[in-house]
């Protein structure tokens, strides 16, 4: 099959290499309230900081870091190939990205109805990753749960 | 659509994963198929034929429902 909008599979380790760890800084630092900067200087890594200083927004320059490694690591590993890509995962790929798009807009609009002001701000910034991560789950589930067919038949 | 992949298969001893292998698919998908979960493509169902040497209306059926 000819999948030209499909990166090689060797691409899927390394974006879920980025994403995961950078998806687990972005909870911790969205649950937990706490700022970028602390979470670096807890790991044993100094981060200057100073109205001087290049890194004076070390904290943006930090979260820019983080959402954009999350985005990377989201699309590397959606777009990528399986390791036996055949006509059945790409009917399951297309099920799921259709998925993904009626719940993510489904979200926005309710999002949209219910929530305002800096919260719905909020909201629709972290959604930007919201389509990308939905469809990895269903995409995943879905072939999970074909392994799973196969193994109870055995 | 309904198959006779399982006969085929049980009368020239092939495994679901040598007939994927045979065919360029995922032993998943051999196994959705002869399931009846997944309806293969014109190549995939011609090249599954062709690796049992028998005609495709043989292998494949199509249903009332269909």
Redesign the interface.
């Known amino acids: 099959m000819h999948n030209t909008w499909l990166l090689p599979h060797r691409f899927q380790k390394t974006g879920w290499a980025i994403l995961i760890p950078f998806l687990i800084l972005g909870i911790i630092i969205t649950l937990c309230g706490i700022e970028p900067s602390h979470i670096f200087r807890w790991l044993g890594l100094e981060v200057r900081t100073g109205p001087d200083s290049f890194t004076s927004n070390a904290d943006r320059w930090i979260n820019n870091l983080i959402i954009i490694g999350m985005v990377i690591g989201a699309f590397l590993t959606t777009c990528s190939r399986e390791r ?1 890509e ?4 790409m ?1 399951l790929r297309q099920q799921s990205l259709m998925a993904a798009l009626w719940i993510n807009y489904a979200f926005v609009i309710l999002a949209t109805l219910f929530i305002y002001d800096l919260s719905y701000v909020l909201v629709i910034t972290y959604d930007m990753l919201g389509f990308l991560l939905l469809f990895l789950g269903i995409f995943r589930w879905k072939l999970w749960r ?2 799973k ?2 193994r109870d ?1 055995e | 659509m309904k198959n006779r992949i399982r006969v085929e298969r049980a009368e020239v001893r092939m495994t679901q994963q040598q007939l994927a292998d045979a065919v360029g698919v995922s032993r998943q998908t051999i196994n959705a198929v002869e399931a009846g979960r997944f309806v293969p493509s014109t190549v995939l169902a011609l090249k599954i034929a062709r690796c049992f040497g028998k005609s495709v209306e043989t292998v494949f059926q199509l249903e009332e429902s269909d």
């Not at chain 1, 055949?86 to 995962?89: A, F, G, H, K």
């Open positions: 036996i055949d006509e059945l995962t009917q074909l392994g067919e196969v038949e």
